[in-house]
């Protein structure tokens, strides 16, 4: 996933976080961005789908720990740094590397390694072939590779052409439903055996940009639903969004508190192993500006139901003491 242009994009700055944001906050703050900028809520604003773009690339490393962590090491390392043969006042690859190898130089597995990191992003690392038996020929090489989906892409399935070091274009048929850091071996398709042997293999892992609105799990989707105090109350049927369909109604009982799931059938993810269902959760809404008579129609309620909703859970802490 990593790419030489790391060490030029500052995630963090793209979503406005800092170096030590928390998991929780990442989330939330990406995901009120991609509202923002999401492309449906901005037709025909090619820079709101610019900054959709890299809000979502953003998010993407810094939402996986793995990458994560890899990112902050090629920001740290590539930090002031510039590439020469040496000398010239430049800081050459002995200093960029110092460390990586034996002895405080960086060895030439050491250098394919970090490079391999730096510039995986549809460029591939490649690993020694093994022996398949005392006597018997060497299997080719692994390559490794990384490939980027959008959400809808990953659910759905697709056709992806890579590039490879030595020139050839491979077509990668992705299964419908592939998960976030899921691997796809292709048998054949890596380095050619020296020796007559069996050819390696080519091994690409997927990564998913996050959706804006559906979260994955497993086969299932989930989604936040908000509903109005009233309709929570009093009962309503509500609209509810499905991925890349139109929407389905789901009726919410009278008395639906927060957090309670609606589970919609089919409409989840489909694998070959199935299909999920669609978890819709719901969250009552509080409105931020009330006008004056909503007000009164508040304090006026209040007065008809003065009992308190927490007088159990205070009850439950005494007898507990």
Same mark, same amino acid.
């Given at each position: 996933?990593?790419?030489?242009?790391?060490?030029?994009?500052?995630?963090?700055?793209?979503?406005?976080?800092?170096?030590?944001?928390?998991?929780?906050?990442?989330?939330?703050?990406?995901?009120?961005?991609?509202?923002?900028?999401?492309?449906?809520?901005?037709?025909?604003?090619?820079?709101?789908?610019?900054?959709?773009?890299?809000?979502?690339?953003?998010?993407?490393?810094?939402?996986?720990?793995?990458?994560?962590?890899?990112?902050?090491?090629?920001?740290?390392?590539?930090?002031?740094?510039?590439?020469?043969?040496?000398?010239?006042?430049?800081?050459?690859?002995?200093?960029?590397?110092?460390?990586?190898?034996?002895?405080?130089?960086?060895?030439?597995?050491?250098?394919?390694?970090?490079?391999?990191?730096?510039?995986?992003?549809? %460029?591939?690392?490649?690993?020694? /072939?093994?022996?398949? =038996?005392?006597?018997?020929?060497? *299997? @080719?090489?692994? !390559? &490794?590779?990384?490939?980027?989906?959008?959400?809808?892409?990953?659910?759905?399935?697709?056709?992806?052409?890579?590039?490879?070091?030595?020139?050839?274009?491979?077509?990668?048929?992705?299964?419908?439903?592939?998960?976030?850091?899921?691997?796809?071996?292709?048998?054949?398709?890596?380095?050619?055996?020296?020796?007559?042997?069996?050819?390696?293999?080519?091994?690409?892992?997927?990564?998913?940009?996050?959706?804006?609105?559906?979260?994955?799990?497993?086969?299932?989707?989930?989604?936040?639903?908000?509903?109005?105090?009233?309709?929570?109350?009093?009962?309503?049927?509500?609209?509810?969004?499905?991925?890349?369909?139109?929407?389905? %109604?789901?009726?919410?009982?009278? /008395?639906?508190?927060? =957090?309670?799931?609606?589970?919609? *059938? @089919?409409?989840? !993810? &489909?694998?070959?192993?199935?299909?999920?269902?669609?978890?819709?959760?719901?969250?009552?809404?509080?409105?931020?500006?009330?006008?004056?008579?909503?007000?009164?129609?508040?304090?006026?309620?209040?007065?008809?139901?003065?009992?308190?909703?927490?007088?159990?859970?205070?009850?439950?802490?005494?007898?507990?003491?």
């Amino acid at each position: 996933m990593a790419s030489q242009d790391w060490f030029e994009k500052d995630f963090y700055a793209v979503l406005g976080v800092s170096k030590d944001v928390s998991e929780a906050d990442l989330k939330k703050t990406y995901r009120k961005l991609a509202r923002q900028h999401h492309p449906d809520n901005n037709a025909g604003d090619a820079a709101a789908e610019s900054r959709f773009k890299e809000i979502s690339e953003a998010y993407s490393v810094l939402s996986d720990k793995a990458l994560r962590e890899e990112y902050d090491q090629i920001r740290a390392m590539g930090s002031g740094a510039r590439f020469s043969s040496g000398g010239g006042g430049s800081q050459g690859f002995e200093d960029i590397f110092r460390g990586f190898g034996r002895g405080g130089r960086a060895s030439a597995n050491d250098f394919d390694d970090l490079v391999g990191n730096l510039f995986g992003g549809g %460029r591939f690392g490649q690993t020694s /072939g093994g022996f398949t =038996g005392f006597g018997g020929p060497t *299997k @080719g090489g692994d !390559i &490794t590779a990384n490939t980027t989906l959008d959400f809808l892409t990953a659910i759905r399935g697709d056709t992806v052409s890579l590039k490879m070091a030595d020139g050839r274009e491979v077509k990668v048929k992705i299964p419908a439903g592939v998960a976030d850091g899921q691997k796809i071996r292709l048998k054949g398709k890596g380095q050619q055996s020296p020796d007559g042997g069996e050819a390696g293999d080519l091994v690409i892992t997927v990564a998913v940009r996050p959706h804006p609105v559906f979260e994955r799990e497993g086969v299932n989707l989930r989604v936040d639903v908000p509903v109005t105090f009233v309709e929570a109350a009093l009962g309503a049927t509500i609209e509810v969004p499905t991925l890349g369909g139109e929407p389905v %109604r789901l009726k919410v009982a009278a /008395g639906t508190p927060s =957090g309670r799931v609606l589970r919609v *059938k @089919g409409k989840g !993810i &489909t694998t070959a192993k199935g299909t999920g269902d669609l978890l819709a959760e719901v969250v009552i809404a509080v409105p931020d500006n009330l006008s004056t008579p909503a007000i009164d129609a508040l304090e006026t309620y209040a007065k008809l139901s003065p009992e308190n909703p927490r007088d159990e859970l205070l009850a439950r802490a005494r007898a507990g003491r």
